[in-house]
């Protein structure tokens, strides 16, 4: 089992910068892949990004690519989303997940994830 709780969702402005965190208790963090997804109303969950259990290998969304940064410290059991240049159509709740049955490779699908955290909002205004 696998308990996943992210925080650090809030209201922000457009061009601001948000820092997201999933803690993760349970099973051994280090030894499984990452991923981010979030969901905006109306829209399915989509894929943000992902990382290796090292941290080496990160990929990203086109939609977020050079603008957010996934990173994780494994000694704290936790990842992080780094936002930047946020744009009002990155609203949306922002999901973590674990991908238990990888260590390297980077799923983009969400049902390629056993275990999720509740969500944490996050909001961007114009």
């Known amino acids: 089992q696998v308990q996943l709780v992210e925080s650090g969702g809030g209201l922000v402005q457009a061009g601001g910068s948000l820092r997201l965190s999933c803690a993760a208790s349970?099973?051994?963090?280090?030894?499984?892949?990452m991923g981010w997804f979030r969901q905006a109303p109306g829209k399915e969950r989509e894929f943000v990004g992902g990382i290796s259990w090292s941290g080496g290998s990160t990929y990203y969304a086109d939609s977020v690519k050079g603008r957010f940064t996934i990173s994780r410290d494994n000694a704290k059991n936790t990842v992080y989303l780094q936002m930047n240049s946020l744009k009002p159509e990155d609203t949306a709740v922002y999901y973590c997940a674990a991908d238990t049955a990888n260590t390297i490779v980077v799923h983009t699908t969400s049902r390629r994830y056993d275990y999720w955290g509740q969500g944490t909002q996050v909001t961007v205004s114009s």
């Open positions: 349970g099973r051994t963090f280090s030894k499984y892949t």
